[in-house]
């Protein structure tokens, strides 16, 4: 299995932004979906934003459409997601994650990064 290493988060200012990286070991990365999910203090697990293998197709949460933006470079075993337009309520310790492409399961995670968003 893949395994993962986030990096990037931080504190900001609501309307901010920043830009998680997500660095994967293996050398099967692009056979990979990639997804970023969150969690929140007292809340379940969320996805957030998912990547296809060729990164040609992705997936958003209803939330961060339109804000956030996930892409990868399959040469460089690399996931990103670009976080604009920050508000509170995306404050959550941000995990990156990986599925065989044709699974639904992930089945590699991140230790995760911490995101705080300022008022």
């Known amino acids: 299995q893949v395994q993962l290493v986030e990096s990037g988060g931080g504190l900001v200012q609501a309307g901010g932004s920043l830009r998680l990286s997500c660095a994967a070991s293996?050398?099967?990365?692009?056979?990979?979906?990639m997804g970023w999910f969150r969690q929140a203090p007292g809340k379940d697990r969320e996805f957030v934003a998912g990547i296809r293998r060729s990164g040609g197709s992705t997936d958003y949460a209803d939330s961060v459409k339109g804000r956030f933006s996930i892409s990868r470079d399959n040469a460089k075993n690399m996931v990103y997601l670009q976080m604009n337009s920050l508000k509170p309520e995306d404050t959550a310790v941000y995990y990156c994650?990986?599925?065989?492409?044709?699974?639904?399961?992930?089945?590699?995670w991140g230790q995760g990064t911490q995101v705080t968003v300022s008022s």
């Open positions: 994650a990986a599925r065989f492409y044709y699974s639904n399961e992930y089945v590699s």
């Open positions: 293996g050398r099967t990365f692009s056979s990979y979906t």
